[in-house]
C-alpha cells in the first residue's frame, strides 16, 4: 500500500531554502469521527483533556514506569504552546496527533514550516511511543523539535535532548531518517507491545466511485502506479475545468485531481491535489473544488471533507480525522526540483507508527540509531512519498 508507507509517510518534512517542502502528516501523517477540529474525543481542539476513559489495547502492558493522565497532560501542554490535537478514534488505542503549521514571509514570498507529534499511551494515559517530525523554512522547525521532546520528556531529559545528547533515563531516542524522531519508553518492546492501528478501508471500492464521479463531469481513468510510478492500484479523476487565475508558463498544466487508492479491499486512502499555480490560493481552490466530489463517494468521507474545507488557510496541517491520518502540504513555490502545490492525503496509520523494527532487539538499539527500514515501506517499495514534491 503505497500511500500508507508515507507519514507520515504521511508528514514526511525535508527542509529546503527555496522550496519548503512538507509532509504524515504522510503522518506518516495512514487509516473513526471528529468534528470539524479534525480530531478524535478532544473535539474542540483546545486541548481538554479526553473524558472518554481510554482503552485498554490488547498486548500493551509493559514494564515501564507507569505515568497516569500524561498523554493529556502532554496535550494540554501543546495546546498552550498553539499546537491543535486531535484523537483517533481507532477503538482499541489512545492515539492523538499535535501539530502546528505556519505560513511566514521570506523576502516578500511565502514559506512554510510545520511540526508535527504523534502519540500513543497505554490503559492508564502513559505515553510509550511518539513520533516527532518538523520540517520546512528556517529554524523554527528546530525550535519545535524541543518543544515537543519537552512535552513528553522528565525536565532533565528533555534539556539533555535539546542539547543533542545520547542518554536518556525516560527511554531512547531512536532517528528513523526522514519518517522523524521516535521516544519509547523503557520497557516498551515493539515487537512484544505493539501498536497495531485498525487498518479498514471504507466499503466503498473505487469501481462502484467510478460511476458517480464520472456523472460529476470529471476525467477519470484506473492507475497501477501514481505519479513516481509506485505500485499501487487506484481510480484518478481530474476535474477539467480547473484553470488558474494566474499560471506560471514554465510549468504549464495546473491540475485539480481526487485520487482514490483501491488495491482491492476497499478505499484506503484518498488524496485531492492541487498544483502548478504560482498564486498558493489557487492550487487551495483546487482542491476545494473537488471536496464535493470526494464526499459523495462514500458518506463515511464526510468529515474528511469539512475538515479539508477549513483548513486550507494557506497553512500546512495534519490531524487525526476519524479513522484518518491526515495532512494538508503546502508547497507555495516551484523552483528546479518541482511545482508549487496544495494536497490532502488521508492514509491510514500505521503499525508502531512507521517505525517497523522486525528483526531487531529494540532494547539493544543505540539512543541514535537507524531503523533498518529507513527509506523502504513496510512492503520494501522505496518510491517517494505521496507528501513529498516529485521531480519535474
Known sequence: MEELAEMGSHLRFRRAGAVATTALLTFALVACGSDSSGGGDDQSGSGEPSSTPSPTPTGMTGPWKADPGQADRVQEKLTAAGYECTRST???LDLR???IGKTIKVDGQDQVWEAAMRFASDAQ???ILANLRTGGYGKDPDAQEKILAAAVLPESDAAIYAAEGDTLEWGKRIKNIDKGTYLAIKGWAPSQFAIVPKLAGLKTTKEKALPGLQKAKLTCRFSDSNEWGGKRKGLECNDPTFKVKDEDGSIAGARSQLVLVDNGNGIE???IDGSHAKVPAENARGVK???PAMTSVDPALAELGAWTTKSLNGA?????VGQWLVTLNVVPRGGLVGWPY???TAINEQLNFDLNPEGVNFEDLPSESVSPS??????GDSSPSESETPAG
Open 90 to 92: 481507532d477503538p482499541d
Open 97 to 99: 496527533l499535535c501539530s
Open 125 to 127: 494515559g502513559t505515553v
Open 269 to 271: 486512502s484518498v488524496i
Open 289 to 291: 473544488q473537488l471536496v
Open 316 to 320: 500546512p496541517h495534519s490531524a487525526y
Open 342 to 344: 496544495v494536497r490532502m
Open 374 to 379: 529507513d527509506g523502504m515501506s513496510p512492503g
